[in-house]
């Protein structure tokens, strides 16, 4: 009997050695309105992603992306790209997941709207996937898209827009953003950063 539990804890050690750490965190965020998450975010920027890559540091892991900036819409930046570091990613055989983490794909194009770029952030985003815009080419030139790819069909320039109250999990859409699942046509690109600049 001694022989049994000794050969099943020696399995059970080795496949603990063998699979890769992996550790999770639960993330709740509130919705903010788009005027707030305009004029509150340090950089508002269009852009592409050019290259992502993940390290360890301790017992955490943090991905790191890299764009390559196109256009200012808020904000001042003088270097032609960006840097933007996740909490999460797989490094040295460790994995680290935060729930509801949305991070660009690599060639991504989008509109970012960054909390701070030197910020020690979970996120690197207002609002999480609220400040996460993807553009896509479509019929008529470039559309843009939440980062689930719901269509934008229309911004509130106000800040009358009603906030929910409740923490959600799954919450990428701004309070004033317009979206359609079904949408034929998404607001085109320039529509959408004119919006933005003129948000007070």
């Given at each position: 009997?001694?022989?049994?539990?000794?050969?099943?804890?020696?399995t059970?050690?080795?496949?603990?050695?063998?699979?890769p750490?992996?550790s999770?965190?639960?993330s709740?965020v509130?919705?903010?309105?788009?005027?707030d998450l305009?004029?509150?975010?340090?950089?508002v920027?269009?852009?592409?992603?050019?290259?992502?890559?993940?390290?360890?540091?301790?017992?955490?892991v943090?991905?790191?992306?890299?764009?390559?900036?196109?256009?200012i819409?808020?904000?001042?930046?003088a270097?032609?790209?960006?840097?933007?570091r996740?909490?999460g990613?797989?490094?040295?055989?460790?994995?680290?997941?935060?729930g509801d983490?949305?991070?660009?794909?690599?060639?991504?194009r989008?509109?970012?709207?960054?909390?701070?770029?030197?910020?020690?952030?979970?996120?690197p985003?207002?609002?999480?996937?609220?400040?996460?815009?993807?553009?896509?080419?479509?019929?008529g030139g470039?559309?843009v898209?939440?980062?689930?790819?719901?269509?934008?069909?229309?911004?509130?320039?106000?800040?009358?827009?009603?906030l929910?109250?409740?923490?959600?999990?799954n919450?990428?859409?701004?309070?004033?953003?317009?979206?359609?699942?079904?949408a034929?046509?998404?607001l085109?690109?320039?529509?959408?950063?004119?919006?933005?600049?003129?948000?007070k």
């Amino acid at each position: 009997m001694n022989t049994i539990r000794s050969t099943i804890a020696t399995t059970i050690l080795a496949a603990a050695l063998v699979l890769p750490a992996t550790s999770a965190f639960a993330s709740s965020v509130a919705q903010k309105n788009v005027g707030d998450l305009a004029t509150t975010s340090e950089l508002v920027f269009e852009g592409q992603v050019i290259g992502i890559r993940s390290e360890s540091h301790g017992k955490k892991v943090y991905t790191y992306v890299t764009f390559d900036v196109s256009d200012i819409l808020r904000g001042k930046h003088a270097q032609e790209t960006v840097e933007l570091r996740y909490l999460g990613g797989t490094a040295n055989g460790v994995t680290m997941s935060v729930g509801d983490m949305t991070l660009p794909s690599y060639g991504e194009r989008g509109v970012y709207f960054v909390e701070k770029l030197n910020g020690n952030t979970v996120h690197p985003l207002r609002g999480w996937g609220q400040g996460h815009f993807i553009v896509k080419q479509g019929s008529g030139g470039d559309k843009v898209y939440n980062s689930l790819g719901q269509a934008i069909t229309g911004v509130d320039t106000g800040k009358t827009a009603q906030l929910s109250s409740e923490l959600k999990i799954n919450n990428h859409t701004a309070a004033g953003v317009q979206t359609d699942t079904g949408a034929k046509q998404a607001l085109d690109l320039k529509s959408f950063k004119d919006a933005i600049r003129g948000l007070k």
